[in-house]
C-alpha cells in the first residue's frame, strides 16, 4: 500500500460550550465535545434504545477558531472533518493517560455549523449558532463526559 488515510467524519452535538484558550505563540486553541447518537427498536422489547458516543475535538486552525468562538454553543449541531489523534499525559498521581482526539490542524480539517442562523433563513458554513434538538438522554450523558 504507497500510503494510508488518517480522517475522521462526525456530525453531532456540542455537549458544552466550547473552551477556548491560547498557545504561546498567540494561536487559538479550540476545544469542545460532540455527541453522536443512534436510536434503535429492541427487536425482542420492543423499546426504544439510544446510544451516545463522545469525541473530544481540538481546532488549531485559527480562523475556524473564531467561528467556533462566536457561533458555538451547547446544542449546536455540527459537521466536522479531522484526524484521529492520541496524545499521553500524566495525570496528578504520576499516572501515564491516553486521550484520543479529533484534531483540526491549520491547513486540514473542515468545520460546519449545520443549525440555521437564529433570526434568518440562511445556513451558512461558519455562520450559525445553537438551538438544535438534543436527544432525550442527552443531559444525563452530559454529567458523565470526562473532559
Same mark, same amino acid.
Given at each position: 500500500?504507497? @500510503? ?41 422489547? @420492543? *423499546? ?10 481540538? $481546532? ?15 446544542? #449546536? ?33 473542515? $468545520?460546519?455549523?449545520?443549525? #440555521? ?11 450559525? #449558532? ?9 443531559? *444525563? $450523558? ?6
Amino acid at each position: 500500500m504507497a @500510503g494510508s488515510v488518517n480522517k475522521v467524519i462526525l456530525i453531532g452535538n456540542l455537549g458544552r460550550d466550547p473552551e477556548i484558550r491560547n498557545a504561546q505563540d498567540g494561536t487559538k486553541i479550540v476545544t469542545f465535545s460532540v455527541a453522536t447518537s443512534e436510536s434503535w427498536k429492541d427487536k425482542q422489547t @420492543g *423499546e426504544r434504545k439510544d446510544k451516545t458516543e463522545w469525541h473530544r475535538v481540538v $481546532l488549531f486552525n485559527d480562523r475556524l477558531g473564531e467561528v467556533a468562538e462566536k457561533y458555538l454553543r451547547k446544542g #449546536s449541531k455540527v459537521y466536522v472533518e479531522g484526524a484521529l489523534q492520541t496524545r499521553k499525559w500524566t495525570d496528578s498521581n504520576n499516572v501515564e493517560r491516553y486521550s484520543t482526539e479529533v484534531v483540526l490542524s491549520r491547513f486540514r480539517g473542515e $468545520l460546519t455549523l449545520l443549525d #440555521s442562523r437564529s433570526g434568518g433563513d440562511n445556513a451558512m458554513e461558519g455562520d450559525s #449558532s445553537g438551538g438544535s434538538a438534543l436527544p432525550s438522554h442527552f443531559d *444525563e $450523558l452530559n454529567d458523565d463526559i470526562p473532559f
